[in-house]
């Protein structure tokens, strides 16, 4: 038997070239742009590049709140009057209005994205894409991109520096907002990239996004409001329920074992998420230890810790507040990430696996630990993953905390409207009432019993709940499909329905 | 359809949890060790342990020559007379005379190894295996780990510095070797892990091995010669022909837009690559441009220059001598990596693919390109892919540079004796009689032929050797097979025979 290099090659042994080169199975980004034209509007740059009808345009989400960059790019569509376009952008915020204008002219064949929530949310639930609505994890969105599962025509990439060569940083500049790990796939990866900015500078001393991969650079007076680039409302919670779920949850990490020196974790910036950060970081401070690492969208909590010697290292794939900005410009070991070295799965060796412990949050979560974090009870879309399943899987610990009834319904249901993350990557559910441990877990039950714990099943805990509330009626929900969830390898976890009943 | 979550997925959707969970096709890290223990003989870490017959045991080889480590556990398996025992050194040099001295007591079944040179060579050769000799490539051994592919129950490894709590650095101690990026995937995946040391300390500040996956460590007087772990050699060569070949590889660079500012290289450590590596520095002064990064193998060239402001970092998987120690251990940016991190091929983003260009060298290189850097003309072991594949396969340029004859030889032949690296992977050959590009690297002569640089073809090239050497008479080599040669991939690119002719 002979292999592709013309050698014989014994007949039990895989020869090479067999299954084409086997690279990794990501498109090469060996094609780099040669030069970076500069534009003073989206109008040259729509001529320059000829963008056409039923193209499919990309953006990230780090401007948050105060992206310019997303309406302006949607008000050139208009203009145009293109058609059939399709829509990728990270996150999708209620101040995205200009999507909502393109989705209810009937503009729109697909949106791609990991979070939703506003008038987008709305319309997409009435039927009006042509296409589908995918809801993606951070990590996945970041794989499909780099295998060329999902093409991006042109990314426009809100940049709050640019320099002439066309390097982006965004920690830098009137609406910087620090670290651009969403914008990293995109940018490597689309046909065209166009960074959009309001600083252009001679030359950066430190970028994020490389000027190789760029092709054109659009100079505007503002890309965004940064009232709302970084809301600074980031705040632990003082609800009493809040904080003892924050308490009990650091005692249990603690029984765990997972609380020693050189360990590392990933908490949300929710306020009880916030809390757990800061009773971790009291208890550091008695054992007198340092955390390796802390991931995720940092916030000035994990910034302190930083300076405080208490942590290595922070590993940041978006900053949520100004101090954090500021702390990833400054500080060496406030390290920017990419959205796939966070949680890609095909990433040999994420960031989310490193992680000893990571506390996330739940809308909802059913019998077998599935959690929802992507509709409402009703089948509102109110968020999305995000790198919620993309840390759960990761983490050797992935607890949710959530208070076990608000307003008045049980979090903790039977059923849930929505699968975002499968129960098999939630080990812990850390609620006022109680702790649940799933089944799988019999490391963990086992050294909860060692240390006394107690701990509750899903049925124990549910039957709580309905002492509470009640039994929450059984609904008959719309069966009229109108997107799906897609799971970070690719695969389809749930599909997406119209909001209400039949 | 329902998917493993229970949900009802339209039928052409790709179901949650078909193929398992498509989880990143490596093993899981989950299991790490909860104690470390203490041992001041390799006689009792191999009782407690239970370690047995038919054991598979891995090595790293940054300690290269003065490697004390492997030899001692090769007697520690003679004195015990075990059998069948395998043997996955990340590489093997001619000190190594403890394998030898296994291979001769008929103890062996299989090698695994990314270079092999010295006694070894010669009686693997002589087919004194039970099972295979298997020459990988640098990052095919990382991935080969990492899958699971190849397991192995017991790693030592050398260590010269070691804490209480088992975590373990190269740059400090009397044996400091620098960087241990070979380890780091025998650390995370081997059943049993045991440091060696012969510095056991407090506690380190900067560590690369992480105590968690730590099972036992060894304290001995002496891990090795410091005279044979840093050889101090590598000099810019004084031949002038070496000389005029890397003049021409960097004019050549930069005329194809190479030597840019934020571009980024890789040359080993072989007297051209590094003449290359001078004449690439003074350009850069220059013309005034820095580096974003150079990989590798690290020498004192590559600390000058990043401590002279001409590169941002310097991202090392070994160091090649002292000065490179030393600066591993101060420079910030001067970062330990991984062989999974620098080439493994199931990488997402692998530093090899983010290589601009680099240096390599070649024993032959034939018509269609591909090279050999495992046997000489005659089959004799005498080196291996190291990360020559890895890297050659990731770079935008990847030069080999060679004089075209040496001791009387062509190293252009039309036929060599074994494919290391696919031609495919091979874009210049750089001789002091012309070089020729890849015909599959257009785009190269298109910008060769607009920069008025002659060129030629390999068939020319040729022609001009043999005018030299005269025609080298077709040998009929042994066809007894020995081993085998894998690509990075997993797949088999060439045999391995013994030694001589038929």
Same mark, same amino acid.
């Given at each position: 038997?002979?292999?592709?290099?013309?050698?014989?090659?014994?007949?039990?042994?895989?020869?090479?070239?067999?299954?084409?080169?086997?690279?990794?199975?990501?498109?090469?980004?060996?094609?780099?742009?040669?030069?970076?034209?500069?534009?003073?509007?989206?109008?040259?740059?729509?001529?320059?590049?000829?963008?056409?009808?039923?193209?499919? =345009?990309?953006?990230?989400?780090?401007?948050?709140?105060?992206?310019?960059? #997303?309406?302006?790019?949607?008000?050139?569509?208009?203009?145009?009057?293109?058609?059939?376009?399709?829509?990728?952008?990270?996150?999708?915020?209620?101040?995205?209005?200009? $999507?909502?204008?393109?989705?209810?002219?009937?503009? %729109?064949?697909?949106?791609?994205?990991?979070?939703?929530?506003?008038?987008?949310?709305?319309?997409?639930?009435?039927?009006?894409?042509?296409?589908?609505?995918?809801?993606?994890?951070?990590?996945? @969105?970041?794989?499909?991109?780099?295998?060329?599962?999902?093409?991006? +025509?042109?990314?426009?990439?809100?940049?709050?520096?640019?320099?002439?060569?066309?390097?982006?940083?965004?920690?830098?500049?009137?609406?910087?907002?620090?670290?651009?790990?969403?914008?990293?796939?995109?940018?490597?990866?689309?046909?065209?990239?166009?960074?959009?900015?309001?600083?252009?500078?001679?030359?950066?001393?430190?970028?994020?996004?490389?000027?190789?991969?760029?092709?054109?650079?659009? =100079?505007?007076?503002?890309?965004? +409001?940064?009232?709302?680039? *970084?809301?600074?409302?980031?705040?632990?919670? @003082?609800?009493?329920?809040?904080?003892?779920?924050?308490?009990?949850?650091?005692?249990?990490?603690?029984?765990?074992?997972?609380?020693?020196?050189?360990?590392?974790?990933?908490?949300?910036?929710?306020?009880?998420?916030?809390?757990?950060?800061?009773?971790?970081?009291?208890?550091?401070?008695?054992?007198?230890?340092?955390?390796?690492?802390?991931?995720?969208?940092?916030?000035?909590?994990? %910034?302190?810790?930083?300076?405080?010697?208490?942590?290595?290292?922070?590993?940041?794939?978006?900053?949520?507040?100004?101090?954090?900005?500021?702390?990833?410009?400054?500080?060496?070991?406030?390290?920017? #990430?990419?959205?796939?070295?966070?949680?890609?799965?095909?990433?040999?060796?994420?960031?989310?696996?490193?992680?000893?412990? *990571?506390?996330?949050?739940?809308?909802?979560?059913?019998?077998?630990?599935? *959690?929802?974090?992507?509709?409402?009870?009703?089948?509102?879309? $109110?968020?999305?993953?995000?790198?919620?399943?993309?840390?759960?899987?990761?983490?050797?610990?992935?607890?949710?905390?959530?208070?076990?009834?608000?307003?008045?319904?049980?979090?903790?249901?039977?059923?849930?409207?929505?699968?975002?993350?499968?129960?098999?990557?939630?080990?812990?559910? =850390?609620?006022?009432?109680? %702790?649940?441990?799933?089944?799988?877990?019999?490391?963990?039950?086992?050294?909860? +019993?060692?240390?006394?714990?107690?701990?509750?099943?899903?049925?124990?805990?549910?039957? #709580?709940?309905?002492?509470?509330?009640?039994?929450?009626?059984?609904?008959?929900?719309?069966?009229?499909? #109108?997107?799906?969830?897609?799971?970070? +390898?690719?695969? %389809? $976890?749930?599909?997406?329905?119209?909001?209400?009943?039949?």
């Amino acid at each position: 038997m002979k292999n592709l290099v013309d050698r014989e090659i014994s007949k039990d042994l895989r020869p090479y070239g067999e299954q084409s080169l086997q690279k990794s199975n990501h498109l090469s980004k060996k094609q780099t742009s040669t030069q970076v034209e500069f534009f003073s509007s989206y109008k040259e740059a729509f001529d320059f590049f000829s963008l056409k009808d039923g193209i499919t =345009v990309s953006f990230h989400h780090h401007l948050r709140s105060g992206d310019g960059v #997303i309406n302006d790019v949607c008000q050139e569509i208009r203009s145009r009057d293109f058609q059939h376009v399709s829509l990728m952008p990270s996150s999708i915020f209620p101040t995205y209005q200009g $999507i909502a204008q393109l989705i209810r002219e009937h503009r %729109v064949n697909n949106i791609i994205t990991s979070y939703c929530n506003g008038e987008v949310s709305k319309l997409v639930q009435q039927g009006l894409l042509q296409g589908d609505f995918v809801m993606q994890t951070h990590g996945g @969105r970041a794989r499909s991109i780099m295998t060329g599962e999902r093409k991006i +025509d042109v990314a426009f990439l809100a940049c709050p520096t640019v320099d002439k060569s066309g390097n982006g940083s965004g920690m830098e500049g009137k609406s910087a907002c620090g670290v651009l790990g969403y914008a990293i796939s995109d940018l490597e990866y689309a046909k065209k990239v166009i960074l959009v900015t309001d600083h252009l500078v001679e030359s950066l001393d430190q970028h994020q996004l490389d000027g190789k991969y760029v092709d054109g650079v659009i =100079v505007v007076d503002s890309i965004g +409001d940064p009232q709302g680039i *970084v809301s600074g409302t980031t705040r632990i919670t @003082r609800d009493s329920i809040g904080l003892k779920i924050a308490k009990d949850t650091t005692k249990l990490l603690d029984a765990l074992g997972l609380i020693e020196d050189g360990f590392s974790m990933q908490t949300g910036a929710g306020g009880t998420s916030l809390a757990v950060a800061a009773y971790v970081k009291e208890l550091m401070k008695q054992k007198q230890i340092r955390a390796r690492f802390c991931s995720g969208g940092i916030t000035s909590y994990f %910034v302190e810790m930083l300076e405080e010697g208490l942590v290595d290292k922070l590993l940041d794939v978006q900053c949520f507040d100004l101090e954090a900005v500021r702390s990833s410009k400054e500080n060496k070991n406030h390290i920017a #990430i990419s959205a796939s070295v966070y949680g890609n799965p095909d990433e040999a060796n994420p960031v989310s696996e490193q992680l000893d412990f *990571v506390i996330l949050g739940a809308t909802e979560i059913d019998l077998n630990f599935n *959690v929802n974090v992507t509709t409402d009870s009703f089948g509102a879309i $109110i968020g999305g993953s995000g790198g919620h399943s993309d840390i759960a899987r990761g983490a050797f610990v992935t607890v949710v905390v959530s208070s076990l009834v608000k307003s008045r319904l049980p979090i903790l249901r039977e059923s849930i409207r929505t699968i975002t993350t499968p129960g098999c990557d939630i080990d812990l559910f =850390v609620t006022e009432r109680g %702790v649940a441990v799933n089944p799988l877990r019999t490391d963990l039950i086992q050294k909860l +019993d060692q240390a006394g714990i107690a701990h509750w099943t899903m049925p124990e805990l549910l039957q #709580i709940a309905h002492e509470m509330t009640g039994v929450p009626r059984a609904l008959s929900f719309s069966n009229q499909v #109108i997107g799906y969830v897609e799971y970070r +390898d690719g695969s %389809v $976890i749930d599909m997406l329905y119209q909001e209400g009943f039949e």
